[in-house]
């Protein structure tokens, strides 16, 4: 196989592109691991896709030359040992053992073939439906709808013969665990694959339309993961809140096995014993999803009108799909990865915006209980015991005792007991806590418990599904939110949460009040989820007790401390991995923390990373050390509440904002410091004179209200009301506008970066992570991670601006420290930097700059 120097693009490539083609080609082609770096704007999603998939096309060529030439070859050596004159004996062993190698090779070249007469048959359904269009469907879809609604009756309307407690009774473990007597799908050959990964829905969908305006569009097949959320169009399971229940109820529906009794029930109801759009007409579907590129809505819109499951579909489409769309959670978590019917096997692994790769994966697998979480469950899982103690087996009996044991020992290291009220005040003023595993369990004396058994009960026996179902059918005091009829309690707890300081001693604290809703009713998810990081490797993980004012309010969390352990299976099985992102230095971290951690070879390991498609004269980045009236600029801690220099911050925006057209957005450390901030400037009339300039905007607090503000900043720019010439939008570094939104043209004319976004140090895990890489990477690993924290916050919001290859913007950075840290900043900044010890320097540099750009705009109008 030979490198290709051109590659099919949907226009003439940049330079860089085609360089960035070619070395993605080579890395897939010798099966390595890979970090690319492709600033934002450059074209990178496109770059990626055309450079994946000309290689994953010539693969697939190569492949079946491969295996036409050894059988060319075989045969050739075949007539040569039947023409021979050699002894007969020998020659007939010889024969024997080509024909044996022959017909291996005939097989795996069979599979391909058949492989590819299933996925042209499944087109060829969909092509001759849409001719017919919809006449012969019309009374397959009445049937099947009337299948539906007689289906609802299951979930939604119990025959008042039935008994509603058979329902809510623990699952027979026996039958759950015997998979062996389930039928047995044709295994289906699989040929190579791309899977590509993104952190969010909204990025997978914007990849798709980039994959849609491809050369590959019409020639490649493509199929989006999602979750049962996603796809789920049964509304009596999608109405459950929780993603863990929606996925529980659809398993439990899916259940194949019905007793002869049951089955006489079920004819007698005219109900059916699953959901009504399983299986549907999922060929239909499939088919659908590879005869032409979709993403999520239109797949589940298609899945509507054929009344049939998007979910499955989707997952039964894998085999034949050239390229799979999954989130990080599908990928990065192996239990969901497995579940998902995803296999890395010698498939290709692409991770996009995989610059913050680590803490990704460290989040998604930290989890945080509460002493309100434990309180609740013991007493859900009491009452449930209670209820049903004659009708339980003895196993059980036994396994729904230690799992009372271990939340009562849970309890214990708030000093509570089963007894507490959730709203009980804690006397004594404890510090947080920090354990090992084994110590934890230890102290908390649950290591007697086999915590890999009972959870295999608790996943066995669909115990949280029938406790879940149990509070909702009986007394709604179960209910954690109408528990307590005063209003002190669960109301105090979550305003205390919505109003805690986000620079605690505690971080990624739960802040989502819905989330915590959640948790709060369903206390069983958020208690399985952390007895399963019980499991881990003591080294590769803390767990860290902080005492609140309340039993209630007090935390358990696990923090997982070497991505790397959730890693490892990647790296061995798939034949390349590429993480991409727009910044992804220093690439150190992922090389040492990620890659060689998780046992990958150092030889095995490439990195690239090209520059800017941009030219110098579109972009000026400088550094700020003195205000307009030579107060020095260093927005560190000690200097938070420092009164003038918040006003010399106030002095350098006015003078900005008169020099700069249209937007400007404004990035602040914290939300914190921004409050103090905006408040500091509107009380000394500050913001008032930027109102004549600009409409003033806030990053909202609310995720829902992104979009409106969003959407008014926008038009306030291109449709400035005079004398205002455009837009300021204040934001918080590593919020929700600082990564994965675009400021291109009008929108970000500046981006004006205020201190620098150092993590707490104080945090207790942050000391803990330091002290953890320290000791496991290497010594100075732990403070190299702590300064990169801050400049990989800072850089993702200088990518926020130069969107494509037109485009201009100045990056302004008002902080003494970024002077010694002009080498963390990506490289095209770093080619147009300026360090301004003058404030009146950078004013008219940046004035010149955009004059220089009005000038230009005139004389082509």
Known sequence: MESPEEFPFPFPPYPIQNQF????????????????????????????????????????????????????????????????????????????ELNTERQIIQAKLNSILQYERKKDTLKEVIEKMNKKKQSQNHTVLNSIKNKVEAGNVLINKIDENESIEENLLLEDIQDSESSEDEEKEEEIYESTKIFFCSRTHSQLSQFIGELKKSPYSKTVSAVSLASRQNYCINKSVKKLKHLNLINECCLQLQRKKVTVKDEKDIKRKKVTNNCPFMPGNQDLLIGEALIQIQDVEEIVQKAENLKTCGYYASRKAIPYSQIILVPYN????????????????????????????????ERMHSVMITGRNLLHCYSQLSQYQKRFQNLFSAKSVLN?????????????????????????????????????????????????????????????????????????????????????????????FLNSIKTKSTEANISDTVTDTTLDEEQSNNPIIAIISFLECLQSCCTDGRIFVIPGSTIGQSIIKFLLLNPAAHFHDIVRDARAVILAGGTMAPMNEFTEQLFIAAGAIPERIITFSCDHVISRENIVCSIITHGPTGIEFEFNFQNRQNVKLMDELGRALLNLCNVIPAGIVVFLPSYNFEELVYKHLEKSGVIAKLSLKKHIFREPKLTSQVNEILKQYSLHVKRPQSP???????????????????????????????????????????????????????????????????????????????????????????????????KALPHWIQRTLIIHNNFGSMIGTVAKFFNKKKNKTHKKE
């Not at 239990?335 to 790769?357: C, F, P, Q, Y």
């Not at 214990?412 to 806590?433: L, Y």
């Open 21 to 96: 083609m070619k070395e993605l080609y080579e890395c897939l082609k010798n099966a390595k691991l890979g970090i690319f770096e492709s600033p934002t704007g450059t074209g990178k999603s496109m770059s990626i896709i055309c450079g994946a998939l000309k290689w994953l096309l010539d693969y697939k060529e190569f492949q079946r030359n491969e295996l036409n030439t050894a059988i060319s070859e075989l045969d050739e050596k075949i007539k040569e040992c039947i023409n021979s004159s050699d002894n007969w004996f020998s020659v007939q062993t010889q024969q024997i």
């Open 330 to 361: 599908t990928i990065l978590h192996k239990n969901t990865r497995i579940s998902s019917g995803i296999n890395l096997k010698g498939n290709v692994l692409i991770i996009d915006e995989a610059h913050n790769l680590l803490e990704a994966i």
């Open 400 to 492: 729904l005792s230690q799992l009372s044991f271990c939340l009562k020992k849970l309890l214990t290291v708030f000093g509570a007991t089963t007894k507490s009220n959730s709203d009980d005040v804690i006397d004594a003023v404890t510090p947080p806590k920090l354990y090992k595993i084994e110590e934890f369990e230890i102290t908390t004396e649950i290591d007697t418990v086999n915590i890999f058994e009972l959870l295999k009960f608790i996943k066995n026996s669909r115990l949280s599904h029938k406790l879940q179902g149990f509070v909702e059918q009986n007394d709604v005091n179960l209910k954690i939110h109408k528990h307590n009829t005063e209003t002190r309690g669960v109301k105090q």
């Open 724 to 822: 205002r010439n455009g837009s300021l939008l204040f934001s918080v570094v590593g919020g929700k506008l600082s990564e994965g939104l675009n400021f291109s043209d009008d929108l970000g004319r500046c981006v004006i970066v205020v201190g620098m976004p150092y993590p707490n140090i104080k945090s207790l895990e942050l000391q803990e992570k330091i002290k953890y890489l320290k000791e496991n990477v290497k010594s100075d690993a732990g403070q190299s991670f702590y300064e990169n924290s801050c400049m990989k916050a800072v850089n993702q919001c200088i990518g926020r601006a130069i969107r494509h290859i037109n485009d201009y913007s100045t990056v302004i950075l008002l902080d003494k420290r970024y002077t010694c840290k002009t």
